[in-house]
């Protein structure tokens, strides 16, 4: 095992805030215990015990992520707590999926889906000869900022989607890096689509990995690329989940807001919101309002336009002789909750109950 995969081994076995705080926990609670000082090495003893509880505990963080196929990435991407993992593992897979070309090599970790988003998890190292740059800015003397990052010049992630025939159908992809060494990078590729995700065969494409350099002023942007590794890695699997969403269908019409729309369909998962909302073409205006998940405990989850989270997506569709527009406003969740948690979902001063 060479310095970077044990690098990799270790970053892996890092424990999460949560787990960091019970170890903590843990070893003060021994350390309070009465120790009676019989002898010199006592204290030495009690020490080394707590050591040995801190290792163990470790060592079952990262066996609790193996014993459930979970890779601990992407638990902490989702704020999954340790006894969570139950709710969502129908809903995740390990695919066999890997590719080198030119040295670099991209291996398919792990999937997660609901009905309405799915998330990739992909590592990718490449040869000593290539250094992967974090993202950085850089304030240069004529005031000019300039980024710079290694990137991918292009990504798509293709996922079965149930009838989409005869609409105009879109689908919004993301790429977030989640950790990066020298030659070494975990990520997460995600797409939602405007239709419902359904068992089929998923393909994740990468092409020419880049040097990404921006130039931006006040004025002005100007990007630069330089192809580090030229070429395509093509992945596909067959992917098959459970959808954990809870789904209604309310068909409840508002008036209000000078808006006229109905809302449709509203679906929670462990993992997210989605309230589809069908509406004339002058209803735009809906994005402005916010979303709030009512939870039976009095507390609140609250989303708009502006959340880091959200992907907001409108398509066009026939319904007899008229075109209905649909809006859809999805959510991703900072940590996991319970669907049958949740009470109500207002949109403005529409209120839809879930119970």
């Not at 509880?53 to 902490?76: C, G, P």
């Not at 239709?195 to 990995?209: A, Q, S």
Request: proline letters at 3%; hydrophobic letters at 35%.
């Amino acid at each position: 095992m060479n310095k970077e995969e044990l690098n990799r081994y270790f970053e892996q076995m890092t424990p999460g805030t949560v787990q960091k705080e019970r170890m903590l926990q843990g070893i003060t609670s021994c350390n309070k215990k009465e120790v009676t000082p019989l002898k010199r090495m006592t204290r030495r003893v009690t020490i080394q015990a707590a050591v040995i509880i801190l290792l163990v505990m470790i060592t079952a963080t990262s066996a609790l992520a193996v014993t459930f196929n979970w890779h601990v990435k992407l638990m902490e991407y989702f704020g999954i707590q340790p006894g969570q993992e139950a709710m969502l593992e129908e809903a995740q897979t390990a695919p066999d999926a890997t590719l080198t070309h030119e040295g670099v090599t991209v291996t398919v970790k792990q999937t997660l889906a609901d009905s309405k988003g799915l998330y990739v998890l992909y590592e990718m190292s490449v040869p000593k000869s290539i250094t992967l740059k974090e993202a950085s800015e850089t304030a240069l003397s004529d005031g000019t900022t300039l980024e710079e990052r290694t990137d991918w010049g292009f990504y798509s992630l293709n996922a079965p989607i149930e009838n989409l025939e005869g609409d105009t159908a879109m689908t919004i992809t993301g790429h977030e890096i989640l950790a990066q060494s020298q030659h070494h990078r975990t990520g997460i590729v995600s797409v939602t689509p405007t239709g419902k995700l359904v068992d089929g065969t998923i393909e994740l494409v990468f092409k020419d990995l880049s040097a990404e350099r921006v130039y931006r002023t006040a004025e002005d942007l100007k990007d630069e690329s330089t192809v580090l590794v030229k070429g395509e890695w093509k992945l596909a699997w067959d992917f098959t989940y459970k959808d954990s969403s809870k789904i209604i269908a309310p068909n409840q019409n508002v008036e209000g807001n000078d808006v006229s729309y109905r809302v449709s369909e509203v679906s929670i998962s462990p993992i997210s919101s989605c309230v589809t909302v069908k509406a004339a073409a002058n209803a735009g205006n809906l994005f402005r309002f916010p979303v709030h998940l009512n939870l039976k405990d009095g507390s609140r989850i609250t989303y708009d336009r502006n959340s880091k989270n959200k992907r907001y997506t409108c398509v066009s569709k026939k319904e007899g002789n008229e075109t209905v527009y649909e809006y859809q406003m999805y959510n991703r969740f900072d940590r996991l909750i319970d669907p049958e948690a949740v009470k109500s979902i207002s949109i403005g001063d529409t209120t839809v109950l879930i119970e």
